[in-house]
Nanobody, 115 residues
Framework: QVQLVESGGGLVQAGGSLRLSCAASGTIFSFNTMGWYRQAPGKQRELVATITSGSSTVYTDSVRGRYTIFRHNTKNMVYLQMNSLKPEDPAVYYC?????????WGQGTLVTVSS
């Protein structure tokens, strides 16, 4: 069974930084695409950033220039470096992995930003 487990969430002051990590298990194959989504209270889950196995990246406009996504293919891990966190960034951040017809999701890690 494929599993994704996030870590690194927590409370940070506005302007601060956090790094999220996501480790995949249960598969010997590297995900074609890995990424991060987030869901704030009362809002729909939205894409934050994705990265392919070839390191092509996509960012949502609100985080571009502040967040950086990177991955370690052989370890099947993906990271999200979040800098200059803003009051609108708090949410549960979910790790995503796509491999063919398989979509895998983590349980989420909470990011809170204090002003």
């Amino acid at each position: 069974q494929v599993q994704l487990v996030e870590s690194g969430g927590g409370l940070v002051q506005a302007g601060g930084s956090l790094r999220l990590s996501c480790a995949a298990s249960g598969t010997i194959f590297s995900f074609n695409t890995m990424g991060w989504y987030r869901q704030a209270p009362g809002k729909q889950r939205e894409l934050v950033a994705t990265i392919t196995s070839g390191s092509s990246t996509v960012y949502t406009d609100s985080v571009r220039g502040r967040y950086t996504i990177f991955r370690h293919n052989t370890k099947n891990m993906v990271y999200l470096q979040m800098n200059s966190l803003k009051p609108e960034d708090p949410a549960v951040y979910y790790c995503y992995g796509g491999l063919g017809a398989l979509d895998a999701w983590g349980q989420g890690t909470l990011v809170t930003v204090s002003s």
